[in-house]
């Protein structure tokens, strides 16, 4: 797998110094709704640290860049900003360039060689949800499964997929999300991702901490957000171009 082999050929290449990270706010959310979606975010940036559980796996930073909720661009860093990968993808087609084997390829996020890139077990619009810190569907969407439980938690139930069920669970003190849950019809947990340490940025919450527990590969993804930039244009094409000379394999 791309994903897991980029960690392990630079196990050895990347920085293990822990870079500050400023007092997360303890500041609670003065919202009567539960954060479903965040509809006033066009254009996000974030940047950080990834993280793999995966057996000598190392860390490497990453910058993220969403525009509105159909279009995704990734680039993966090592030591003093050496470019290791950059993903770029839509709905219909990505581009994956992996610039330490100077090699490319071009398809479908359908296909099997997205998921072995990011092996993240959601269609891509739901991705892009959720590094959004959203819930995959809309709120009409699901329906309330602890009703009239007197918890700290708040969570709902979406069941209209022949495939799996999926749980949501918000925080009830200040109505943010704490966890999206996956499961298939036969019960058996496919994803679960956890949102953690909650900082406000403008007038949304996010949290530094995004937790991709992936069932099937019995591994963790981690992605420690340090920065987060809304609503700024971008100042080019997400789409990037190839160098010359690197030989595109269309899947």
């Known amino acids: 797998m791309y994903f897991k082999y980029l960690f392990f050929a630079f196990s050895f290449l990347i920085l293990t110094s822990c870079s500050s990270v400023k007092k997360i706010s303890e500041e609670t959310t003065l919202s009567n709704n539960y954060q479903f979606k965040k509809e006033n975010v066009k254009q996000l940036v974030i940047t950080g640290k990834i993280n793999s559980t995966q057996k000598n796996a190392a860390s490497a930073s990453f ?33 994956l360039y992996n610039a330490f084997a100077g090699e490319a390829m071009q398809g479908s996020p359908e ?13 891509f619009h739901d991705l892009i949800s959720l590094m959004r810190n959203e819930t995959p569907f809309n709120e009409n969407d699901y ?20 495939d799996f069920v999926e749980f949501v669970v918000f925080d009830n003190s200040n109505k943010l999300l704490k966890q999206v849950q996956r499961k298939s019809r036969e019960d058996k947990e496919s994803v679960n991702v956890i949102f953690k340490d909650y900082i406000k940025i403008e007038e949304f919450y996010f949290p530094k901490k995004i937790i991709f527990d992936i069932k099937k590969e019995n591994m963790q993804i981690s992605f420690d957000c340090e920065n987060y930039i809304m609503n700024k244009p971008f100042d080019k094409s997400l789409k990037f171009g190839l160098p010359s000379g690197v030989k595109v394999n269309k899947i």
């Open 143 to 162: 329906s309330e499964y602890n009703l009239n439980q007197d918890t700290k938690e708040k969570i709902y139930k979406y069941d209209s997929n022949q």
């Open 111 to 123: 296909s099997n060689a997205f998921s072995e890139f990011l092996p993240i077990p959601v269609k």
């Open 63 to 95: 910058k993220i860049e969403i525009f509105d909720k159909d279009t995704l661009a990734m680039s993966l860093f090592g030591p003093m900003g050496m470019l290791l990968m950059r993903l770029y993808s839509t709905e219909k087609e990505f581009l």
